[in-house]
């Protein structure tokens, strides 16, 4: 399967910069039996039963972002990819010259930084400091917007690039389909009898990493690491037995569930993964799936149709664009039925 077929044009003008006045206020597109149904992000109280159970990513987004000074002076910006402990952390340096093992650096003007070495893409960072690294960042650090949102991060930002039931801090990326939530919308929700379950997965700055290989095959899929409670498998058993659908919200939602049950029952626990859905994906726990609208020649793109069927998704993205849709992290919705038979 080539990357290119995961290529659509989309003009830059419906990259949503911003979010929408309040949360909520979204347009949904709706994806079930063929069809497309333009809608409201209200209406999603609409399309969900009592017997179902909505799985939600309660991971928290990090101030990852620093900006310093190599001992030779020149300019450096790190990512904190992963928190590795108290005082370690993987991250992402950009440099006019990458800095070796052993230099140090001077980040926000007040915390030294050692390289103990490479990890592939990654540097492994010692931070010196007696005050945990997650202390450290909040404090100093910068929320890490996407690279496809122009501006610098904003008192705005600071509070709609998060979601409202967010707990687990160690992501990078926000998980963007639970930003459309409010605490009125779970309640709602609740009222009517959904089971709100949830799971942890830290976002890595490679999901926004676009595939740059040929054939998809080809990609090597970052890491990322995930729990799910034995209470979210509790609650998907039982909505099962009783005739309930399992409701992700948001790919890493998803990702996490599927990742649990790759060996055919869904398991509690706390893992990697490298999972890579594509088209022929057989899918064991999700059966409808909530999701923003991804990048062109993205693994999300990918998995979105792997989930809903590659003709029915070049279909509704064509739809989107024609229909003026906002695109991304502070863009529209999709729901999405999972087809049973994947279409090309």
């Known amino acids: 399967m080539r990357t290119d077929e995961f ?82 952390a993987l991250a992402q340096v950009r ?38 690294v997650l202390d450290l960042l909040e404090r ?55 089971q709100i379950a949830y799971v942890t997965l830290h976002v890595g700055a490679g999901t926004f990493q676009p595939v740059r290989a040929e054939y998809v095959h080809e990609h090597a899929m970052h890491s990322e690491c995930y729990e799910i409670p034995q209470a979210t498998v509790d609650a998907i058993d039982a909505a099962r037995a009783g005739g309930g659908r399992v409701v992700a919200v948001g790919t890493t939602s998803l990702r996490a569930l599927e990742s649990a049950a790759a060996l055919g029952e869904l398991r509690a626990g706390t893992a990697e993964t490298r999972i890579f859905i594509t088209p022929g994906y057989r899918f064991r726990v999700v059966d409808v799936l909530l999701t923003n609208f991804h990048l062109p020649r993205s693994t999300l793109l990918m998995l979105v149709s792997a989930f809903g069927g590659m003709n029915e998704i070049r279909l509704a993205y064509r739809h989107a664009v024609k229909q003026r849709y906002r695109f991304f992290s502070y863009g529209d919705a999709m729901l999405i039925e999972r087809k049973t038979v994947v279409s090309r």
Request: proline share 6%.
């Open 95 to 132: 440099a006019s010259k990458s800095p070796g093992a052993g230099s140090r650096m001077r980040l926000a003007e007040a915390l030294d930084v050692d390289v103990l070495g490479r990890e592939g893409e990654f540097f492994h960072l010692h931070f010196i400091s007696e005050v945990p």
């Open 7 to 88: 290529d659509f044009d989309l003009p830059e003008d419906l990259i949503a910069q911003h979010p929408p006045l309040t949360r909520g206020a979204s347009r949904l597109l709706c994806v079930h039996d063929d069809v497309l149904e333009d809608a409201q992000f209200a209406d999603f109280l609409q399309k969900v039963g009592p017997d179902d159970v909505l799985v939600l990513n309660d991971t928290r987004v990090i101030k990852a972002r620093l900006f310093g000074v190599k001992q030779s002076g020149g300019r450096v910006e790190v990512l904190i990819e992963r928190v590795l402990g108290e005082h370690e």
């Open 140 to 194: 100093f650090g910068r929320l890490p917007l996407p690279p496809y949102i122009t501006h610098a991060a904003e008192d705005e930002d600071e509070a709609r690039y998060q979601t409202v039931f967010a707990r687990a801090s160690g992501a990078v990326a926000a998980p963007t389909a639970g930003l459309h939530f409010d605490d009125a919308m779970l309640q709602a929700l609740r009222d009517k009898g959904v």
